[in-house]
């Protein structure tokens, strides 16, 4: 799906001065202590102070998606170069205008697809590391899919049950399709039998929950 850019936001073109522009503008969040070329904790919470945006603002998480970032609270000078040239962004007011874009565009059922698979793995932030644990997966999903049937009895769920400390990916992707599938009396939940065992589980705790 095509995505409208705002009016008066056009996209950066390779070898003009707005690939310079974009550079002064990673330079002026740029975290100058450090050996690499990126903008850390400090710069993004800057960053999102000039947007006039909450860090934990789900716009930041889709800002994040859109440039493709490979670490939580940092934006390399080529993640954020290519977002915002996607995005048709070279200044921070041109940035501000084009963000709430993003929500627009993850409505589309595959991009929102996208989406939900890039913020579970924006939350691995160890080497080799496969699972999430329960708490931040339900933080992440209230930004993620937020209004999506069964999102909140989900994450409520998710911080009272015992038998599960963390989630993997599989376990996080069923539930976008249950969330999408299931109806919300679940009536229909057993047309799928191979849901994973923690949604069995949640099956359970809502249908009690349902009859109290």
């Known amino acids: 799906m095509k995505r409208r850019r705002p009016a008066g936001v056009t996209s950066p073109r390779a070898g003009s001065k707005d690939v310079s522009k974009l550079d002064g503008l990673f330079d002026a969040y740029r975290d100058k202590e450090s050996s690499e070329d990126v903008i850390g904790p400090e710069g993004v919470e800057k960053l999102c102070k000039d947007l006039k945006v909450d860090p934990t603002d789900r716009l930041v998480l889709l800002l994040a998606w859109k440039m493709g970032a490979q670490k939580m609270g940092y934006f390399s000078r080529a993640e954020f170069k290519?977002?915002?040239?996607?995005?048709?962004?070279?200044?921070?007011?041109?940035?501000?205008?084009?963000?709430?874009?993003?929500?627009?565009?993850?409505?589309?059922?595959?991009?929102?697809?996208?989406?939900?698979?890039?913020?579970?793995?924006?939350?691995?932030?160890?080497?080799?590391?496969?699972?999430?644990?329960?708490?931040?997966?339900?933080?992440?999903?209230g930004l993620v899919l937020p209004g999506a049937p069964f999102v909140e009895p989900f994450c409520e769920f998710l911080t009272e049950q015992k038998d599960y400390k963390k989630i993997n990916a599989d376990q996080w992707n069923n539930f976008l399709r249950f969330s999408r599938e299931v109806r919300a009396d679940l009536s229909n939940?057993?047309?799928?039998?191979?849901?994973?065992?923690?949604?069995?589980?949640?099956?359970?705790?809502?249908?009690?929950?349902?009859?109290?």
Do not use: Y
């Open 82 to 141: 290519a977002g915002l040239s996607e995005l048709g962004a070279t200044s921070v007011a041109q940035l501000r205008k084009a963000l709430p874009t993003l929500a627009t565009e993850v409505r589309h059922p595959h991009t929102l697809e996208q989406f939900h698979r890039f913020a579970f793995c924006f939350c691995l932030t160890e080497p080799g590391q496969k699972i999430v644990d329960t708490d931040t997966a339900a933080q992440m999903l």
């Open 189 to 212: 939940v057993d047309d799928n039998p191979a849901w994973p065992v923690l949604l069995d589980n949640f099956v359970d705790w809502q249908r009690a929950r349902m009859q109290e």
